[in-house]
């Protein structure tokens, strides 16, 4: 992690670890094309369907993201303690995008943090079922899979929440 970026994250939550780093995020990219490279497994129809709640927009520019992960080190009674910690710490929440992008460019992401599997969770939610929803991509070793959860879920000490940092990255 560079210092520039070291110096904007927040520290992480008692007993939780924080991760840095920045992932380039094509926002005009087809969801089908966004949500398949994470794996070449078919995904779940219900991540497939998301694609209205999470457009692709027109501008189709590579752009980079400054990403904060962020693991509470235990198991958390719902996604909002995520939600309120990342809000009171000014970072943004991020699109499902995001995590693809991760799923895809990072395919050994849990060895890259010591860990042999996890679930990475994009923090902007949707209405689905009448509850809120978040994706996920899930990591078992280099083996990747996209979910959705309910927000509301309980969230054990292998999940790791998305943000963004505020700050535009060059």
């Not at 904060?68 to 303690?81: A, C, D, M, R, Y």
């Not at 710490?89 to 799923?103: C, D, K, T």
């Not at 599997?117 to 280099?142: F, I, Y």
Request: glycine residues 8%; contains cysteine.
């Amino acid at each position: 992690m560079s210092a520039q970026i070291e110096s904007l994250v927040p520290a992480a939550p008692v007993g939780g670890r924080i991760h840095a780093l920045q992932i380039a995020v094509n926002p005009g990219r087809a969801w089908e094309d966004a949500v398949s490279a994470i794996s070449p497994r078919p995904q779940s129809n219900e991540v497939m369907g998301l694609g209205q709640k999470y457009p692709e927009q027109a501008d189709t520019t590579l752009g980079n993201r400054e990403v904060i992960l962020v693991n509470f080190g235990k198991e958390i009674p719902t996604g909002n303690i995520a939600l309120d910690w990342a809000k009171s710490h000014g970072l943004l929440l991020a699109n499902p995008r995001v995590a693809f992008a991760l799923g895809e460019c990072k395919p050994h992401l849990p060895a890259e943090i010591g860990l042999e599997h996890m679930a990475l969770v994009s923090t902007e939610s949707c209405s689905l079922h009448n509850l809120d929803q978040v994706c996920c991509v899930w990591w078992q070793g280099s083996a990747r899979a996209a979910f959705v959860v309910e927000l509301g879920h309980v969230w054990n000490a292998n999940s790791w929440f998305a943000f963004e940092s505020p700050r535009q990255v060059a």
